[in-house]
């Protein structure tokens, strides 16, 4: 668990195979985000992955590094700027890139972002938790 970090710490990520199955899961069993010949019908090449289901896995990344801290404390924006498709294995990875205090406590801001197998970043934002500052060794 990340609860001691400081600016330029790597979380610990995540790793998703998308299959219709959790696709669905997410879904229901129609449209875009469950049949290919619906996201074909729309001009989209097939069936996509509903936005939902890639911020949760951001989600579960933050929730895995910071625990209460994000669960109470936690904020995630995102934005989709790749289509993530049946079949892609997606990576979560983030980077502490601020901490700022708060009163007795700190926040820790996070970069944030998805990747596809072939490296490609498909969802980016930030994402923050109230965290414990790690003291600097000199």
Excluded at 9 to 20: D, H, M, N, S
Excluded at 88 to 94: Q, T
Aim: proline share 1%; hydrophobic share 35%.
């Amino acid at each position: 668990m990340a609860n001691r970090l400081e600016i330029g710490c790597q979380l610990a990520g995540v790793e998703k195979r998308i299959t219709f199955e959790t696709m669905r899961r997410y879904s229901g069993d129609t449209g875009i985000h469950a049949q290919q010949d619906a996201g074909k019908e729309q001009g989209l090449g097939g069936a996509l992955v509903q936005g939902g289901q890639l911020v949760a896995y951001l989600n579960q990344m933050m929730t895995d590094n910071f625990s209460e801290g994000y669960l109470t404390g936690g904020e995630i924006s995102v934005s989709f700027i790749k289509p993530v498709r049946p079949g892609d294995l997606i990576f979560g990875k983030g980077i502490v890139q601020e901490i700022r205090v708060e009163g007795a406590r700190h926040r820790l801001v996070c970069g944030v972002w998805l990747e596809n197998q072939d490296g490609e970043k498909t969802t980016v934002g930030t994402a923050s938790a109230v965290g414990q500052v790690r003291e600097r060794e000199e």
